[in-house]
């Protein structure tokens, strides 16, 4: 059987098996759709040119949160969210002062936090890891150790550290084993997940099965869609093309959705990492979650 196949025939029995739990999960009044968030750097070439208008579109398209990208340094996102009545629950953040605490000139992690907790975020989130910091599962093991010891001082603050993935992290390495395994090993109870379900898909898993493996530990998630083209796995980067509005791709999101609500995961965001028209496929992917 071909993996897409593979996949279509699971998918179709995932929600097969859980149709009365995501029929309820996808109500009017279901809180994924009714609370549904924005990460920014979907539309990062917009807030560099126009904070304020791009703000407002983001509000005019129906979204009730945003997630911003780069803090400690959002101010004008966080204010111009907060200005046209958004919340701002999580931030992807710069990472040094937990990665790279001994760096000159890195602020510690525990003034990040600070200023977290004074601007009422609930959610901060490692985004990414530069090449160097990845290849091997020793350097993974020392990544998890690094945000354990951070996601302890961010839990002293009331404040949640979680990882973002990207496909790299799924890629075997000695003996099969993932970056992604040892993360889930090695974590401790303070350290979640943000699952980003492209990411998932690029790199060979079926991103509901592992939203449910990993339920209790994923606070939220990313949702985007994969274009049909795209033939997993692949861990390395793929064309702009792959990145599609919710609806446009091969991913199914009510099963996605509903694996959240088991999982208790606390919010989901848009993401749209290349779009040659970034405004309307925002607004797209948002339309498509209410036809859902």
Partial sequence: MQRRQFIASGTALTAALSQSRWLGALEADNKYRNEIGIQLYTLRNEINSDVVGTMKAVADAG????????????????????????????????????LDPNKKGVEPFEKLIDKAKDLGLTHVVVPWLSPDLRGSL??????????????????????????HNH?????????????????TERFSDDMKFE??????????????????????????????DL?????????????????????NGVIAMEPIL???????????????????????????????????
């Fill in 138 to 163: 020793d350097k993974y093991k020392m990544i998890a150790d690094r945000c354990n010891v951070a996601a302890e001082k961010a839990k002293a603050a009331g404040i949640q550290l979680a990882y």
């Fill in 227 to 247: 274009d049909r083209a795209v033939e997993p796995p692949q861990y390395d980067s793929v064309p702009k093309e792959a990145f599609k509005e919710l609806g």
């Fill in 63 to 98: 979204y009730k949160q945003v997630e911003p990208y780069g803090f400690p340094n959002a101010d004008d996102m966080i204010r111009e969210a907060k200005a046209n009545g958004m919340a701002v629950n999580s931030s992807h953040i710069n990472t040094d002062g937990i």
């Fill in 258 to 292: 509903a694996a959240a609500a088991d999982a208790n995961v606390a919010h989901c965001h848009v993401e749209q990492d290349h779009s040659p028209h970034p405004i309307k496929s925002v607004q797209q992917s948002i339309a498509f979650l209410k036809t859902l």
């Fill in 167 to 183: 496909s790299f992290e799924f890629k075997p390495l000695d003996g099969g084993k993932t970056g992604y395994d040892i993360f």
């Fill in 195 to 224: 699952v980003d379900v492209f990411w998932v898909e690029v790199g060979g898993l079926d991103s509901a099965e592992l939203i449910r493996k990993l339920s209790g530990r994923v606070t939220q998630l990313h949702l985007k």
